[in-house]
Structure formats: structure tokens, C-alpha cells
């Protein structure tokens, strides 16, 4: 095993949605360069060279394979055809299987064709990015015995709790991003020992400079993720407009970062709490853009009712800013309660105005905490270390292949 | 008098038919119906009889490309937008309307248009998310609410609260505005009751503004009270996965059943069966499904948002609770499961709705309010 071959199943990349990526694979890249990354992906190339540069983007790109988009040029499907023909005894198997789940004979192309710049590929090792993702590409049929790894990274067992049960026999290493991940697969009867966990790793700041001074008096809390309903948002603004209204002395004001289809809801539903005036939505915003919101901010807020692990809630603590988080999902496990912050009971808005002014009324408390929580991010969730660990993942279940056919 | 109701979507939400029917059935104004966001073009099936005309204007986002030609040959001299726009006041004429009425303040807003080029009155209806939602989420909506407010001869509002909401937002008169109750048909009068202990009841779309995880979280109260329950929500929307989810996580699976949308004579089985009746709203003008409950003899426990407490009195007629506190709700529905006696709380409330919500005073005091 000189340098393997490893295939990287992605939805988007580089994507806007999840700059973690962009930088995990990048650093893999750098620091091992002996693993060769092959991404299977939608094209989305505009995003990331903002976060590690043009030439970067470039060079992890470049052994990229794109799922090929439906279209009526002719070209695109001359070259599928050819791949297809050229790859006649993987084809049929794909095609019977596509036909023994129900397909039209149409349907059938229809999945050749998009997995067409994968056909007579070799490689020792399948990453596939997301259960999510697993669900819907067919890696036994087209590689055969190749060891598959997935990650689960939440949104998955929780909102389906069987509909992932097929996919779990399909692969045969799960990467998970925390215990709590961990217990939902294993309850799922996965077996632990073919699980690893590596957490997510916050990104290194640039901004440190120098600490903004201004009154005790004037409190700003922010929350940075997509409005959607998995995060809460409407028990964060109840909570909110309990504190203003319990501590009229402090000026409070809160800064919602994001975009999503709770938007509406949420403007209105501070309307009705009387905070409107408190509450300032920002919209979506760059990783740069975040950092800077979320660094000027004195208390971070995520009151989630579903959650894998949280990023935003990692590098906020990156940043320094002590937490207010629910205790759903990965999230006990990426705050400490009472060291870097605080951990509430979800679907609480009256724990979470509780917590709230208890840190508003302590800045010390806050100073240390935030302190507190910096250096344990820097100490367990280092890029370095998560870089590490996937490597070895890898290289584990590469191992362990060879072993196992040795062994037959 | 002859009047054009413009309707978004057929073939028209209940509550519109059941005003349409009051109307046609109680007086000799002449109704027509013309829907904007319809699928095809031209004449359409009357939804219920009695309708001097029914059909749907020209939707140019949604046609065929065959009838575009078609109209696009007809107006071949004209701008295209210009013929847009000829197509639709064509239509219009054709109707010979004496007064235009708006079912919704937003359809006013955009289509007001058609008023100024045939010089006819037009009156609207505000109902809810056209006063409490889209002016906080849209720009500029505020100033063409006030716009058209002093444009139109009359403005009709459904409950109190939403007149209120309406002056304080344009700063217009409240002697324009009229407030004008919905009908809640005779049928639900005859509903068979056969109570079954512990059985809740909830009806609503699946969306943010009914607040369904407030009751969620009290009926997880209710379970963790030891209290023997089961809760029925009938409706559909976008909030499915979040309930359905929320069911999963509190350990409700047992205890809430998310029944999905359900037709008037299935409603009727699950009225029979209730014991209570809640409505966790967030936000509402006047909800039809609590007037219908009340008339069907359930007793209920509701939120106090919008025009609801115009209409139940706490203890009297049903149960108010604060909208958005879940404590509060739980009291609500503990409180009157284990009630004695709702025979006096049923009968007020019977009383109430028949008093407000009849199809000849609804009528009555639209023939009135059109005859501006």
C-alpha cells in the first residue's frame, strides 16, 4: 500500500454551506501527501478560494470527477456511452440492479450516465461524505468489495430513525462526530468496534485584534446557523425577550446571522414579543463576515431541538465567547457545562433566560469562561488533530481490507 | 347589485363558500366569482350553485404557450404587457360587476389596478396574515396597504382585533372599516356527541402560526402528570417533520396522532368523539375551526391571540390561555379535562356563535355594507 487511492463522495464542494470541508481536505492534502484524494462531486467551484485561495482550490480539484448533469447535448452523452461500452460487464451489473429495484429501461441510462465518470475506476478506499449522501450512491454495485467509510453527521438517525438501516449494512467503517452519534448508530446495531469518532475541528482566526472596550451595560448575543427549525430560534427569542424585559437596565441586543425558511416566522414572532427593535437579522454572511459578528458578541446563543455536533458553536468558543447551548444531539459534548459555558434543557426558554442573565449580570464569569473555552478548543478540536485522525481512519480501514483478503 | 368577488385559487377556501352561499341564499345580490392564480383561463365550474358567474382571469405565469399565441395574435398590435393587461380588463368588462370585492388585503394590492381603468368601486377583506404577517416581512407593503386602504370604498375586517391592528398600521379612520363576522354553517349544529374521556382534539394547518410545539410540550406535561390522554391533530403543512420529530424526541408516539387533512364528513367523527377542544395559535385573525367546535358542542381551550377573546370569555365560554406559553396551555387542558359540568360552558358557547356567526346576519350586514 504505496499511496492509495481514496474516492471522496461529496453532495457540493467546495461549498458555501460547508466551509469545513474545504479546509479539512486541503490540509489532508498538505499534510499527507501520499493519500490520493479523488472527490466525486456536483461542481460548485466559485466558493472556497476565499477560504484557502485560487491555486489551492485548484490543486484539490484537480483529480475532481463530476456527476454529469442531465442535458440535451449530445456530447456529454457520446462520452457516457463510451464509457459505458468500454465498461460493459460493470454497466450490466449496475443496470440489473437499477432494473431488479423497478427502473425504466430510461431510468436505468439515466443513472449510468450520472455516475458515468466513475465506470472502470479503481480505488482502495470509498469516503462518502454523509449518510445522507450514502443513501443515494450506489457504491456496492459499482465497486464491488471496496471498503466504504460514511459519516454520519446528524440529521439522519434523528429524522429517520429506520430510514437508514439499509444503509448501514452497505458500508462497512461509520464516522461519527461525537458519543452521542455514536450511541444512536450503535442502537441502530452497528457494531461500536467499526466506529470511529472524530470530532469537527474549529477554523484557525485571524482576527484577534486587540479587545473592543465598551460598558458592562450594553449586552450583545448572537446566534450564527440556518434559520431553520432544527436550531430553535423561536425559543432563543422568547428567551431573549424574557431577559429584556427582566433586566431593563442592560441595553440587549440580538444578532441572528443566517438565512433560511423560518425567516418570516421569526420576524414575526419578534413583532409579537415587543423585541423587534432588539433584534437585528443579518441575513447570510461570509466565514470573514461571521467571525467578526460573532467575535463582538458577549454570549453566543443555540438553543437547537435536533443537532450532530455544531461548527458555529465550535469556533465561537474558538473566538472566545462563552455559550448558551440546549442539550440536544453532539452539543453537551461540544460545550462544557459550566466551564465554557452553559447547557440547558431544550425546549426551555425560561432555563435559557435563566442561564442568559445570569452570565449578562458577571462579566467576569464571561471573561473566563470564554478564556476557558478557547483553550479547550485549541487543546481537543485542533485542525492538526482531526487531520490526524482521519488519516489514520483511513489508513485503518485500508489495513484492514488487505488483512481480511489475506486471511480468505 | 351585481358583485365580482376576485379569489385567488378555485374553487375557493370553506370559508369563502360558506360566505358566497349566505349571500346567494339570503339576498338578491347578483355574486360572481373570478379566480387570479387559476390553472387554466376563462370560464370555470361554479363550485356551489346559485353563482351568476364564474371564471378565471388570464394568468400569463401559468398558461399554456398555445393560448399565449392565441392572445398574443388577438393583441398583435399592442405592447405586450399593455395586452396583458387589455386580456385581463376584457374579461372583467365582460361581467359588468357594480362593485369589485378583494377577498384578501394582498390581492387588493395587486390587482387594485383594474379599478382605476374601468372606474369601478372596489372594496376589500383583511383576514389575518395580511395585517399580522406580510408588513413585518415585506418592504413597503405597509404604504400600499394605507394606499389602497383610502382608495377603497369599504373595508371589511373579520374580527375586532384585525380593525385595531389595521388603523394603528395605515393610521386610516376606523369608521371605513366594518367589522363583519364569518358564517359557520347550520351543519355542525347536528354533530352527534359521544365524548370519550381523554380525548383532545386540534385542528389547523401544520404551520408556525398555529403553535402546535407549545402544545406538544404541554401534552408532554399532561403525560408526565400521569394524566390519560390522546391528542388528534387533523390539518397538513409545512411543519410536519418539526411535529413529527418533537413526537419522537418528548416520547409521544403513543399519545399524538398527526391525522393529516381530512374531509368535512371525517371531521364530523372526530367532533363527535372529542372531549376538548384546543387551539395553541400564535398569530390569527379569527379561526373558523374554534367557532365550529363551540357549535358542535365541544368545549374548548384556546389561546388568546387575535380576535379570539372577543368571542370566549374565560370560564364562561371555553378556556383562554396566553399564546405561546406552554404552562399555560397545560393548565388550560388539565383543567378542563377533569372538569365536572361543561353543560353551562357548552351552552354559552353555542349561544355565542349562533348570535355572531349566522349565515342571514353575515348577509344582512354585507348586502348593507356594499351598498356604500
Known sequence: MNSPKILVVISHWPSKAHPYLTWLYYRLKEVYPRLQFFIFSSSDKEFGEQLIGKEAVKSCLKNALYRRHFTLNPFPHLISCYKILTNIKQSYKIFLYCRAKGSSILQCYGQLYYFSSLLGKKFDLIYINALQTAKHFRSRNIFGNTPIIASSRGQDFDFEPEGFDNVLTQIDHLHVLGEYLKHKAVSRSFPPDQITIIPPAALPVTIRAGNLVKSDKIITITSASRLAWTKGYIYSLRAVSMVIHQLPDFHINYHIIGDGPEKEFLQVEAVRLGIQSNVIFHGWQSQDEVNKLVFSADIYLLLSIEEGFNNSVLQAQNLGIPCVVSNTGGLPENVEDGVTGLVIPRYDADAAAKALQKLIQEPALRKQMGEAASLRVNQHFSLEKQVRQYADMFENVIRNHEDHIRLQ | ?372
Open chain 2, 1 to 372: 347589485m351585481h358583485i365580482l368577488e376576485i379569489l385567488n385559487a378555485s374553487p375557493g377556501e370553506t370559508f369563502i363558500r360558506e360566505h358566497a352561499k349566505a349571500i346567494v341564499e339570503h339576498t338578491n345580490v347578483q355574486l360572481s366569482w373570478a379566480y387570479t392564480q387559476a390553472q387554466h383561463t376563462g370560464s370555470a365550474r361554479p363550485p356551489l350553485k346559485g353563482l351568476q358567474n364564474c371564471f378565471s382571469l388570464p394568468n400569463f405565469n401559468r398558461m399554456q404557450s398555445f393560448r399565449k399565441v392565441g392572445f398574443r395574435l388577438k393583441y398583435m398590435l399592442m405592447h405586450w404587457e399593455n395586452a396583458k393587461k387589455r386580456a385581463i380588463l376584457n374579461a372583467i368588462e365582460k361581467a359588468r360587476p357594480d362593485i369589485i370585492h378583494f377577498q384578501f388585503a394582498s390581492t387588493a394590492i395587486q390587482w387594485a389596478w383594474i379599478t382605476d381603468d374601468l372606474q369601478i368601486p372596489f372594496t376589500f377583506s383583511i383576514r389575518g396574515s395580511d395585517i399580522q404577517v406580510f408588513p413585518y416581512i415585506t418592504d413597503g407593503y405597509t404604504d400600499k396597504l394605507k394606499a389602497i386602504g383610502e382608495k377603497a370604498a369599504g373595508i371589511h375586517a373579520v374580527c375586532e382585533s384585525l380593525k385595531q391592528q389595521f388603523c394603528s398600521l395605515t393610521h386610516l379612520s376606523p369608521k371605513k372599516v366594518e367589522v363583519i363576522r364569518t358564517v359557520i354553517s347550520d351543519e355542525w349544529h347536528n354533530v352527534r356527541r359521544n365524548p370519550q374521556k381523554g380525548y383532545l382534539l386540534s385542528v389547523g394547518r401544520l404551520h408556525w402560526a398555529k403553535g402546535f410545539p407549545d402544545l406538544l410540550l404541554a401534552a408532554h406535561q399532561l403525560l408526565q402528570d400521569g394524566i390519560d390522554f390522546k391528542l388528534f391533530i387533523l390539518g397538513e403543512g409545512p411543519e410536519r417533520p418539526l411535529l413529527e420529530y418533537m413526537i419522537r424526541d418528548l416520547g409521544l408516539q403513543e399519545r399524538i396522532h398527526l391525522e393529516g387533512t381530512k374531509s368535512h364528513d371525517e371531521i364530523r367523527t372526530y367532533f363527535a368523539k372529542a372531549q376538548v377542544f384546543v387551539i395553541s395559535s400564535l398569530q390569527e385573525g379569527f379561526p373558523n375551526a374554534l367557532a365550529e367546535a363551540m357549535m358542535a358542542g365541544i368545549p374548548v381551550v384556546t389561546t388568546d391571540c387575535g380576535g379570539i377573546k372577543e368571542i370566549i370569555q374565560h370560564r364562561h365560554n371555553g378556556y383562554l390561555c396566553r399564546s405561546g406559553d406552554v404552562q399555560s396551555i397545560y393548565e388550560g387542558m388539565k383543567s378542563t379535562l377533569i372538569a365536572a359540568d361543561y353543560n353551562p360552558c357548552i351552552n354559552n358557547g353555542k349561544e355565542i356563535i349562533n348570535r355572531l356567526f349566522s349565515e342571514k346576519k353575515h348577509a344582512d350586514i354585507f348586502t348593507n355594507f356594499w351598498k356604500i
